[in-house]
């Protein structure tokens, strides 16, 4: 298992994400947030551990608000991210 530092950066808030089964859920916290007079520039990071192969991160606890053209996914290490994906969970 390799430890690696994923950033999660959006403006304009964050999203809220579906959960299935067999995905790992990451609930992040807030670490900077800019104020602009039209929205915010949130960044928020979290430490996770991923096991080597194919691997789902769903980010909870978001905000519905957020502009989805905005939002960017960034990770450290011998890591490659191939999609990243808004979608709503209803059912929380």
């Not at 915010?40 to 194919?54: E, H, L, M, S």
């Not at 960017?72 to 969970?89: E, L």
């Amino acid at each position: 298992m390799k430890r690696l530092r994923l950033g999660l950066w959006t403006c304009f808030c964050l999203c809220a994400a579906t959960t299935l089964m067999g995905q790992n859920k990451v609930k992040t916290t807030a670490e900077k947030v800019m104020l602009f007079i039209d929205g915010a520039q949130v960044t928020r990071t979290k430490q996770v551990d991923i096991p080597a192969g194919n691997s789902t991160l769903i980010f909870t606890g978001l905000s519905p608000y957020m502009d989805a053209q905005s939002m960017q996914v960034s990770a450290k290490g011998k890591i490659t991210v191939t999609a990243v994906n808004r979608q709503y969970n209803y059912i929380d």
